[in-house]
C-alpha cells in the first residue's frame, strides 16, 4: 500500500513539473496574448460605437480591414477609440436637451411607471414607444427601463418626425417650447 502510495506521489509530481513546463511563457505566446487584447478592445469599442450611432440613427462608421501587424493594430485602436469617444459626446448631446430637462422636469422620474400607461421620465404610451423606440422596446421593455439618454433620443426621432413637441402638449407649454 505504501509503495502505491509512493508511486501516485511521483505521478503527480512528474505531471505538475510537466504541466510548470507547458506553462512558462515564451516571447510569441506573449505576443499573441497582447495581439488578442488589442483585437478584443477594438471589437468592444465598434460594438459601443456603433450602439450610440443606432440610438442617435447615425450611419455606422464603417470597419476598417484587418490589420497585420501589431503596430497597425495599435493604430485602428486608436481610431476606434476615437469613434467611440466621438459617438458617445455627440449622444449626450441631443438637440433638444434643455428642452427634455424641462418637459422631465414636469413629468417625473426616469424610472417612472405609475401604472397610467405611461412611462419613462417623458411619459411615453405604448404606441409612441413602439413608433419611435420599437428596437429598445423590444430589447429593454418599456420606456422606464430605458436609459435618460435613451429616453430622450426617442424622443427626438417623434420630434424630428414632424411631432415636435405636441405628444406633451401641457408641460411644452410650461418649457415655452410649445
Same mark, same amino acid.
Not at 150 to 164: I, L, P
Not at 171 to 178: E, F, K, M, P
Given at each position: 500500500m505504501r509503495r502505491l502510495h509512493l508511486a501516485f506521489i511521483a505521478f503527480v509530481s512528474v505531471c505538475a513539473l510537466g504541466l510548470a513546463l507547458l506553462t512558462i511563457p515564451d516571447e510569441g505566446s506573449a505576443r499573441i496574448a497582447r495581439d488578442r487584447a488589442v483585437l478584443k478592445k477594438i471589437v468592444r469599442l465598434k460594438h459601443v460605437t456603433w450602439r450610440w450611432q443606432h440610438l442617435m440613427?447615425?450611419?455606422r462608421t464603417r470597419v476598417h480591414l484587418p490589420a497585420a501587424t501589431h503596430r497597425t493594430r495599435l493604430r485602428l485602436l486608436r481610431r476606434w477609440r476615437l469613434h467611440a469617444t466621438q459617438a458617445l459626446r455627440q449622444a449626450h448631446h441631443p438637440p433638444h436637451l434643455s428642452s427634455w430637462l424641462c418637459i422631465h422636469r414636469f413629468e417625473g422620474s426616469w424610472a417612472a411607471n405609475t401604472?397610467?400607461?405611461y412611462y419613462g421620465g417623458l411619459q411615453m404610451d405604448w404606441s409612441f414607444q413602439r413608433a419611435y423606440g420599437l428596437d429598445l422596446l423590444r430589447r429593454k421593455g418599456t420606456a422606464d427601463?430605458?436609459?435618460p439618454l +435613451?429616453?430622450?433620443?426617442?424622443? +427626438?426621432?417623434?420630434?424630428?418626425?414632424?411631432?415636435?413637441f405636441s405628444p406633451w402638449p401641457s408641460?411644452?407649454?410650461?418649457?415655452?417650447?410649445?
Open positions: 440613427r447615425r450611419p401604472g397610467n400607461g427601463r430605458w436609459t +435613451e429616453q430622450m433620443w426617442v424622443a +427626438e426621432r417623434a420630434h424630428q418626425s414632424g411631432r415636435g408641460t411644452a407649454r410650461s418649457c415655452g417650447v410649445l
